[in-house]
């Protein structure tokens, strides 16, 4: 059964980015069974996903490519990269911020460095530098200072077709450019490297002059000094990610300038956001599972500053509402931890809070004042536990020793009691539930 189904297209005016990406996030699916799906075959999905199992499926539009592969792949997450998609029901979005309604996805995914999860308060969002979905090379060694020469990309194709007046702006500098088609410049041209191979290519060249696209963040990955050039509207946002990160940031056409600008390495992210989105595209779905919004901060507020909530936690003062958003806002987007909201009955009866460790996965919930006392948290835990069967090895639980009804229901769930510890001056237990 297909479990992950991947829809983009690829051509001169849309470039190749979108293969890119989702050709990165499809390999760290496996080997979970995937499908690549586009409108139409030419040189960037030839080489984008020629290793990988894809089906073209041509349309007057990406919709209709959407419907078809919803009819073929029943029951299989859709993952979409695509500006003019809008069946986007249920569906993981990769985004670069451009306006259009996303309320009905499962999940936005906006890499850019500088995204909030209020850009899309209806529904879960993750972003930022730690998402940015890159292939496996580029998270290997780093780039060390060297003599070799300038690597120069503007684009698979260079649609802004700026190519030319940079490389006259920057001779007689050694330059090798990375583009999909030959300028007639004169210079060394690479094309289609493959992952390893565009690595060490950017870890051979003494500095990098790209597009404010993948290639800045594949370089960024790698320590590459870079100076970014804007060459379409939708790299505003990560143009103004590097320049906030100190990189030198032009509009296309400012060859002089650009020429001139000293390469920053920004060191924004660390090459792992294709692994990090894979686990979310495979991970289960449970309807009484929610993943937060951030149009949820108010009643979590609300449900964390009740007095036995607060009583029973291991940090007892009251949360002020500044504090706590500035908390959501740094969970919904943290590549370690995960918020969901329970419900039963047609209700919110609850939350439950993941957060990754070396130990194991730290559970921490809180049932909702007007539910206690109906069996809530015991349902709290048993979604939880469906939802972390084969996909979490190991639940942990730090409980107080002076909160018998939390020991109880612990122990009720099958947590073994593994080690005691204080932890903020309360005297704790840790338990543990391998899975």
Known sequence: MIRAVFIADGNPRLGAGHLVRTAAIARACQP????MVTREVNALHAWAWADLPHEVLPAATIDQTIAEARRRWPGARLVIDHYE????AGAVVLDDGLPRDLAAAALVIDPAPGVRPQDHPAVPVVGGPAWVPLRPAFSGPPWQ????PWLVALGATDH?????????????????LLTAVDPGLGLPVHAHLGDDGLADLLRRCRGAIVSSSTIALECDALGVPLVAVQTADNQARLAAGLQSAGVPVFPAGSWGAIATATPVAAHLGDGLGAQRIARRVLE???????????????LLLAWANDPGTRAASFTTVPIARPDHLRWLEASLLSPTRRLFIGWADGQP?????????????VVGI?????????????QLLELLRAWATGSVPRLVAWVRHDNPASLRLFHAAGYQPVR???????PATCHHLSL
């Open 420 to 426: 005691d510890e204080p932890i903020n001056g309360h």
């Open 160 to 176: 802004s077709g700026g190519l030319p007046a940079l490389v006259a702006a920057l001779r007689p500098r050694p330059m090798e």
């Open 145 to 148: 200072p060297n003599d070799g």
């Open 366 to 378: 809180t049932v909702a004042p007007e539910q206690r006392g109906r069996g809530r948290g015991r």
């Open 349 to 361: 009866i609850g939350t439950v809070r993941l957060d990754d460790t070396p130990e194991g996965a």
């Open 32 to 35: 979970a069974p995937v499908r």
């Open 85 to 88: 998609a809008r069946d986007l």
């Open 284 to 298: 289960p779905t449970l309807e009484d599972l929610r993943p937060v919004r951030w149009a949820d901060a108010d």
